[in-house]
């Protein structure tokens, strides 16, 4: 028999003996039992709630009497800071007092994490100076975040120097002190639990951003928008083009943080924070809009070899970018894989790429560019395949981006040749002559109209119409020649037909051929010649049909039921980095150990390309 | 006997076996022997001339041709990069080949240190970026430092990211990179060996600056100038007063800023280089001079316990301090002992502290507040006492700063009670009735003249002049009453007679009581009751007479020959700090390990300094 009252933790069953003084948090952190101490015990926050049972604890303090509700003092709700146990007990930690967890999905199943950010607060309850002691203010802090938090070595940023004076005497020697990576970024007077984080995906088309609670992991407000750098060039060469006119790249980059800054102050507006309480801002963007972001060179990124002036990830004090955020806080970039292979492909495969066990996954991230990585949780290889814009469902003749008014889903009547099509932001599908209110069609709608059509009859394998065909829906005369009408004027918002026309149906083409021929080029490298899943990132791949995508040959077979559409996974990815130290590391490790294939000088990558224009077999 | 050629460095006699296709830079390097190499061995900088006799080596090569005049060429001289030993041979290393050296001066003695500073230059051949690589400008760059110069786990700044790809372009993929703890912090096209820094030792009256060559050690300019912030108060503590007001703190920075800023471009100018060459600032400063410059809160160090904000020295981005240096260099403090124990005084003892082996030193630096350090090179103990300005010749009658015009020493005769006396500027001693131009009486020289008036019985043993004596240069009637005449109107530039006054006397006995009473409780709490050197540092230390300092018992007892006088420890300091990495680490040890003694809270120091206000006997 051991010394000490046996504790049982509820419901992990951990159990152990407290030593003499401790207090219920002691006894759990001795065991490695997950309990919330964002005060560091001090009575202050509230967090590590715990309920004792079957036996005795120390008598309710005045720091809990403070802290818990009565009808959580009747019912025997105690701060495990607080309490020490008095005899063996059972002590319950209820969810809300266990360390936050937040999920990735990966291969189709969602991964947890530990909100554990390269940066936590410290309060501290510090001893007023005393004249046969000469610690400086910084000293003082740094001893007790030793003592309080086991951090050692750190130091002080110019930037929390100059508030540190002011902050201890004005907290009466308490304050709360930010740590990031050894170094006390933020000193607060008293006990200020506030610490919050923005993570953005920076497309070349849209830009996402989540707002965290650093201290919990909850997104606080998340917000979208379009990236203002669309108005000098759509893609990421005509911005390399634009950014070498004169104070071209300082147009580009005061879009881009201009962008940021807004999405920054709307969410901070939406969450009741200032800007000033974001500390950290974790950016995923490819390579052109990180550089571009950064005030880096992009000329060498628009001409073979398309080099990069760095790979690695950055950490830049926000003053420096122009991020309006905490001047103290800093700018995180994810790594880059290689030359169009971007940190927001890092990301998405930090959020959802192949895991060890799950066999060999292909992960498709389509945007304005379509980024490809095959692995199985050993190797991993990356390509970049230029689809062009046509998944985005921009250059189609009636194509928009996935917003409200977006045909997104269509269906081709074999017989009658009749469309039906389900629209952005209502309610059920449409046939002729309902009041649809339908703008354009997005990228998951042409694809499913272009397999359709093909189902249907109405393109032969080649992608050209089939001539002949007596129906309403199918003209050879539109303006931009043969088209197929899945909504008629009256049904639509403008007033006005939206088509398909052969146009848009070689656009499709190109870009699926481009694809499935990376694929291809994968899976060869790879030395496979099929995949086990396929996992569709990317909003566009949450609106695909994969069936209709298998049909048309835009993706290698594979059964529908092992295709995962995981959303903005690199959104998902950048905000894992943001609330995790260890996904931020994984990001690296991704970055370092992805290989990356040129696709446009890979022997035969050509011939596929021609081969994956027309349509398999039906 | 080993294999390949026997090759012996002259004039050290190291020798060692060349291995196959060895350059004599190579067997150098391994055998330890000092070779310079600039452009890291590329044939490129010229530094590693060396003399071969004895012996044949490989023919000359074409970059021996570019580099080496005809002259050396048919002495045969040789570049040891180039030149491979063909058989046995001696190779004579001439100085100017040989890695630079600096000296401090420590216990009397001049201690050598390499130059070898933080900052090192990297020039680089690197290879044209190859479709089947995936390097980005800074890995390429990273992979060129790591196998030429073996540094690894590098990072590279933002700033010099910014420059990376047009300088490895315009460069034709030779550059020169300037490494400072694990980061490149510039990259330059083609080789671009210069590397500037610049060391000041910021006082609260003045202000020294070195400008030095990195590569070299050489000081290219010096200057000094008064530190403009005297504006807003004489001393530290009105300067504390001055920063609590509105937008005091900030027109002092601005003040202190300017002044640096205004010195950098007068020494660049004159070493013919541009203020942006200057890629580092190392400074060394009081307590609160080193606070009002990084724009740190002040106000805890005016009032008791005298606390500063941080007392490790920093590190921080040049364009964050305002000094316009190459704005991807740094701004460095050096760290302070205690509140009142300033950086400058760390850079004081590194430059001339106490050493192993040489007994008891104490080290006394007096500038407007005087420090003191008592040590043997394994403990070390400090204390600052506040001696007013007098040594600085302010705030006496006919007091000035020791600059041309000051009368810095002064002996008086016994019997007649005449003067005769040294300016600075000037030749010779000089008696009444010469045109001296004198201008006023500096620290030393009023220490001199209160030590000779008071052995010429002009002055009693309690610093009261003697009544009753009949001499032109003794008034008892003056504007401050009692006063003796060192020079005559005649004599002088101004007109007017320069005397020392009963008031001045009083001044120096007040500022030589507190620096002995001082030097007591630090000798009390080492443990003896004599020194066995002294060592002044500062320029009034320069100037100052030994003997005189001992006889109107301002310094412990000492021999006269084991008092050093070493001039601006604390700049020297600086710049040995900004030279050395070694050195630098040693400033950080230094001020870990010193003891801080508060004399105002000392018991007994206050009878200690009344004790020591009057004269010992003669």
Known sequence: MGEGFLITFQPSGVRGRAKGGETVLDVARRLGEGLSANCGGHGVCGNCRVLPAHGSMSPVTREELKILTPSELADGTRLACAARPASGASVYIPEQSRPPLQYVVEGGKSRPYDVAPEIINCYLELA?????EHLSD?????????SGYGLTGLAVTLHALKGISGALREGGWKVTAAVRRGEVIRVLPGYAPGLYGAAFDVGTTTVAGYLCDLTTGEVAATDAAANPQSAFGDDVLSRITHASAADGAVRLRDAITGCLNAMLGKMAASAGIGAQDIVEAVVAGNTVMQHLLMGLPVAALGAYPFTPAVKGGMSVPAPDTGLGIYPGGYLVTLPVIGGFVGADHTAALLAAGPRPGEGVTLL?????????????????ITASCATGPAFEGAQLRHGMRAAPGAIERVVIDPESLEASYRVIGKQGWFRAGAKTGARGICGSGVVDAVARMYMAGILDPSGAFVRGLDNQRV??????????VIAFADETAAGRDVTVTAGDVRAVQLAKAALLAGAEVLMAEFGVTRVDRIVLAGAFGN????GNAMAIGMLPPCPADRVYP???AAGEGAKAALLSGAMMDEARDIAKAARYVELSLYPGFNERFMAAIGFPGV
Do not use: F, M, Q, S
Not at 364 to 380: F, S, Y
Not at 543 to 546: E, G, P, S, V
């Open 128 to 132: 007023e100076p005393r004249h046969d």
């Open 475 to 484: 003209r050879y005369d539109g303006p931009d020649g043969p088209e197929y």
């Open 364 to 380: 498709v991230d389509v945007g304005t560019n379509g980024e490809l990585a095959i692995g199985d949780g050993h190797r991993l």
């Open 138 to 146: 910084a000293g003082r802090l740094l001893e007790g975040i030793e």
């Open 566 to 568: 995981v959303g903005n």
């Open 543 to 546: 609106y695909i049909d994969a």
